[in-house]
């Protein structure tokens, strides 16, 4: 294996902003309801998301089932599309909830479509952690993004996988309440 010098590897790195966003109990619905309220549940969810995605210049990088990984170059829509797509999603009678984590900086762009790093780790993780109707965002990107935005300080948290403390803003019910779709 040949191992690139530092300076070709430089190329590999960018700045980009992630979030994953997942509805709240899926398998409980599918269990409950039938495959058929899921399948209704999830094909809301992914019309939805893609059209709020697009709206904002924000991809879809991945289909996680009931769940996405979102990209975007920029912080602001990102966290506009994520509000967006939760607000729809209650305006269309989604009978799921949505949670999400979002988070940003440098990483790995390998064979030009898969992102590879601690922001990715970090979005991933904090969606895990939010409730629902939760969207956990880390207080470097909202401080760099999200002027008036309603949002909640939840401090420092421990982060499965991370050394450090994250600092971490809930933009939940609160940010939610205060946009129209649109």
């Known amino acids: 294996m040949q191992q690139l010098p530092d300076d070709q590897n430089a190329d590999a790195l960018v700045r980009r902003n992630f ?12 269990d409950e309801k039938g495959v058929g309220e899921a399948v209704m549940a ?3 969810f992914r019309s939805v998301v893609r059209e709020r995605a697009g709206w904002r210049g924000v991809r879809v990088a991945k289909w996680l089932g009931d769940g996405a990984m979102l990209v975007a170059t920029e ?3 990102l966290l506009d599309a994520v509000l967006r797509m939760e607000q729809a999603l ?22 030009g479509d898969d ?10 993780r ?12 880390t207080a470097s990107l909202f401080d760099a993004s999200g ?13 499965r996988g991370f050394n450090r403390p994250v600092e971490v803003i809930d933009m939940g019910d609160a940010a939610r309440r205060h946009m129209s779709v649109g």
């Not at 992102?115 to 991933?124: F, K, M």
């Open 19 to 30: 979030a994953f966003i997942d509805l709240c109990g899926f398998t409980s619905l599918t």
């Open 42 to 44: 999830l094909s809301t």
């Open 75 to 77: 912080p602001r829509p």
């Open 90 to 111: 209650d305006a269309r009678g989604c009978p799921l909830p949505l949670r999400g984590g979002i988070a940003a900086g440098r990483v790995i762009l390998f064979e």
């Open 115 to 124: 992102y590879i790093g601690r922001p990715v780790n970090l979005a991933a």
């Open 126 to 137: 904090l969606c895990d952690e939010a409730e629902p109707h939760q969207l956990l965002v």
């Open 147 to 159: 002027e008036g935005l309603a949002h909640r300080r939840l401090g420092p948290h421990e982060i």
